[in-house]
């Protein structure tokens, strides 16, 4: 999706200054990036900032550059349209079709996905009033983020963060990738996720361990969010992420901690992913103090089987419950990977089993995915390569659909 043409609107509040990098992630992926601010923005970060890092021109008013119509073709060229942050104020303004600067007129004009990021102290996001504007938003078709819990301005903290620019920027492309990819159909929901590997400990210092990054489960906890749900997160070893918006994070370390805080975070649950890598083995002993290198060589390193917790999952699962579980894959002499994925669907017992190809840099460590959902009831459906935001909006449509 590079060489999209971006629209991105900037509010008055203090989060303003992180738009600046949500700038340059934006145009460093390619895209012509028109940055919208309002007047009150302005006082916050300065008009050369924005043109500096845009190479665009920066206005507020619709009185500039007036035989170009800007206020109208922006929004009609516009691919994408982001606002971030979006303040109560502006979240009104809009909701209520104003037209009295650059950004709102555009708003009126764009026939492109429209995201809002809000960003407030938690009083003024919880308030009825922007409750009421956020719904009516949303039931007009543009995408309004659940914001993100943590410091505020001053020592508040609470509900009202603007979401890291970086998820800013991973949502987006999913927008430019697939326009309805967020609808609110997860409402009312609860749904627990898995991400990361595990660590099966050797001694104080080494562990045994995978590649996995983590980043397909928190692009599956960031879109379920996002889509309305209720989202625990239960996060093993990840890349430096960033906790996604309005997910509760439940940090563990070994498969055995995977186990003991999936079982213990499913209990009414509608549906359940397990994206982590769990390691199928751990040492068959913990070593009490550091193994020392000699001139002999190390003894054999014993292992000793995990528990499958998807299997016990699926076993334990309540009435209703919708469970998914991922599949890494190979080809060898007895198949190729989607082979080995319908054989591990049988196994497993779940609803719906996500196969992905792995090694020479496709699905671990790497922002892209792709592979097969294949179901229970006998479907399988090809997952095209793209953002793994954009194979998790997939994977909630048939858990969506089954719930």
Not at 6 to 14: E, K, N, P, R, T
Not at 36 to 52: Q, Y
Not at 339 to 350: I, V
């Amino acid at each position: 999706m590079a060489g999209a043409r971006v629209l991105l609107g900037v509010a008055g509040g203090i989060a303003a200054y992180k738009s600046a990098e949500l700038l340059r992630r934006l145009t460093e992926s390619g895209h012509l990036v028109r940055v919208l601010p309002t007047a009150s923005a302005l006082e916050f970060v300065g008009a050369a900032t924005f043109e500096a890092l845009s190479g665009q021109p920066v206005h507020t008013g619709v009185f500039a550059d007036v035989p170009a119509v800007p206020h109208v073709k922006l929004g009609q060229e516009a691919d994408l349209l982001v606002v971030a942050p979006a303040t109560a104020d502006l979240l009104a303004r809009a909701a209520h079709g104003r037209a009295d600067d650059l950004l709102t007129a555009a708003l009126l004009t764009a026939r492109c996905p429209v995201v809002f990021a809000p960003a407030m102290h938690t009083e003024m996001w919880e308030h009825p009033a922007t409750r009421d504007n956020v719904a009516l938003l949303r039931s007009r078709g543009p995408v309004v983020l659940e914001p993100a819990s943590g410091r505020l301005t001053g020592k508040d903290t609470g509900p009202g963060r603007l979401p890291e620019p970086a998820e800013i920027a991973e949502l987006a492309r999913l927008l430019l990738e697939r326009p309805d990819a967020l609808p609110r159909d997860l409402e009312g929901r609860r749904v627990v996720v898995s991400a990361g590997g595990t660590r099966e400990p050797l001694d104080p210092v080494r562990f045994l361990g995978n590649r996995s990054s983590g980043r397909q489960g928190y692009a599956l906890a960031r879109v379920a969010a996002q889509r309305g749900a209720s989202v625990t997160l239960v996060a093993a070893h990840t890349a430096d992420l960033g906790d996604p918006a309005a997910v509760e994070v439940v940090r563990v370390g070994s498969a055995a901690q995977l186990r003991e805080a999936m079982h213990a975070t499913v209990k009414g649950a509608d549906a359940v992913v397990m994206a982590a890598a769990v390691a199928d083995f751990r040492p068959a002993a913990l070593a009490q103090s550091k193994i020392k290198k000699s001139g002999a060589e190390p003894d054999p390193l014993a292992l000793a089987k995990n528990p499958d917790i998807l299997v016990e999952l699926v076993k334990a699962r309540e009435p209703g419950q919708v469970i998914v579980g991922f599949a890494a894959e190979t080809g060898d002499a007895s198949g190729d990977a989607l082979h080995h994925g319908r054989e591990k669907l049988a196994r497993k017992g779940c609803d719906l089993l996500v196969v992905n190809v792995v090694g020479d840099g496709q699905a671990f460590e790497v922002p892209d995915n792709a592979g097969w959902l294949l179901g229970a009831d006998g479907t399988e459906t090809e997952l095209a390569r793209g953002s793994k935001a954009l194979l998790a909006s997939r994977i909630w449509d048939a858990v969506h659909t089954r719930l």
